[in-house]
């Protein structure tokens, strides 16, 4: 399951282009809970990458 957390040592700066809808969802979830928007994009590609099913690739 999904858990957000908050928190991480160390950052790289980098820039991603985005669809309008995904970010207006990532804001809305970001704010209702109480996240950064950074911080809910880590996790969200955290979750992705430890849940990938590499046999597909």
Not at 2 to 22: A, H, M, N, S, W
Not at 25 to 50: G, M
């Amino acid at each position: 399951m999904f858990k957000l957390q908050k928190g991480y040592e160390e950052y790289v700066t980098k820039t991603f282009r985005l669809p309008k809808e995904f970010v207006d969802q990532l804001e809305k979830l970001a704010y209702d809970n109480h996240l950064s928007l950074n911080q809910l994009v880590i996790q969200c590609l955290k979750y992705a990458i430890d849940d990938l099913d590499e046999k597909e690739m």
